[in-house]
C-alpha cells in the first residue's frame, strides 16, 4: 500500500481520537473519569497528539516531496486555507508541547487554555480540509 494512503487513513482516525481527547478534556474541567486520574487523560491526549504531529509532518514530507522545496512550494501555494492549516498546525503543536511542560509541573494554566482554542482552530480547519479531499480515499 502507498505510504502516502497509510499515513492519511492513520491521520484521519488520529485526528477523531483528538477531537475526542479535546472534548473530553474541556468537559472534564480537571475532573476525573472512568477511575482515571484527570492527568491520565490529559497525558493519553498528549500521546496521541505526538503521534498526531508525527503524522502531519510524514503527511507534509510526502505531499511536499524533498524538504528543502517545502518553503518555495508552501510560498507559492494560492490556497491561503492550506496555508493557514500549516501554520496552525505548527502553532498547536508547539503549544501542545508547552503545555505538557506547564501542567505536568504547575497544573492547568493559561498556555494550555491558549494551546487548547488554536489547537481546536487547526483540528476544525483540517477537518474541512479532509471533508473537501475525501474521494481520495476512495480512488485507490
Ligand atoms: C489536533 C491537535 C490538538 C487539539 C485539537 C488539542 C486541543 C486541546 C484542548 C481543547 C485542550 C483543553 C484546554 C483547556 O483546558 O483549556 C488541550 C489541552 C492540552 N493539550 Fe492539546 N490539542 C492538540 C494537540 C496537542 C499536542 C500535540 C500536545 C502535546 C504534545 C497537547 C498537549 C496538551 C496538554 C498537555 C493539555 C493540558 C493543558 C492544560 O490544561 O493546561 N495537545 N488540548
Redesign the pocket.
Known amino acids: 500500500m502507498k505510504k502516502l494512503y497509510v499515513v492519511n487513513l492513520l491521520l484521519a482516525v488520529v485526528a477523531i481520537v483528538?477531537l475526542a481527547s479535546?472534548i473530553l478534556?474541556?468537559v472534564l474541567h480537571g475532573a476525573d473519569w472512568l477511575g482515571m486520574a484527570n492527568h491520565f487523560w490529559?497525558a493519553l491526549?498528549?500521546i496521541f497528539?505526538?503521534l498526531?504531529?508525527i503524522l502531519v509532518f510524514a503527511h507534509l514530507r510526502l505531499n511536499w516531496a524533498r524538504v528543502s522545496a517545502w518553503l518555495t512550494r508552501f510560498k507559492k501555494s494560492s490556497n491561503k486555507v492550506t496555508k493557514a492549516l500549516v501554520i496552525l498546525s505548527i502553532v498547536?503543536?508547539i503549544s501542545?508541547?508547552a503545555?505538557?511542560f506547564?501542567?505536568f509541573t504547575s497544573g492547568?494554566?493559561p498556555?494550555?487554555?491558549i494551546?487548547?482554542k488554536l489547537?481546536?482552530v487547526?483540528?476544525i480547519i483540517g477537518i474541512g480540509h479532509f471533508i473537501k479531499r475525501i474521494k481520495w480515499y476512495f480512488k485507490k
Open positions: 483528538m479535546s478534556i474541556e490529559v491526549h498528549a497528539g505526538i498526531m504531529a498547536a503543536f501542545g508541547f503545555a505538557i506547564t501542567f492547568h494554566g498556555v494550555g487554555g494551546h487548547g489547537a481546536l487547526f483540528l
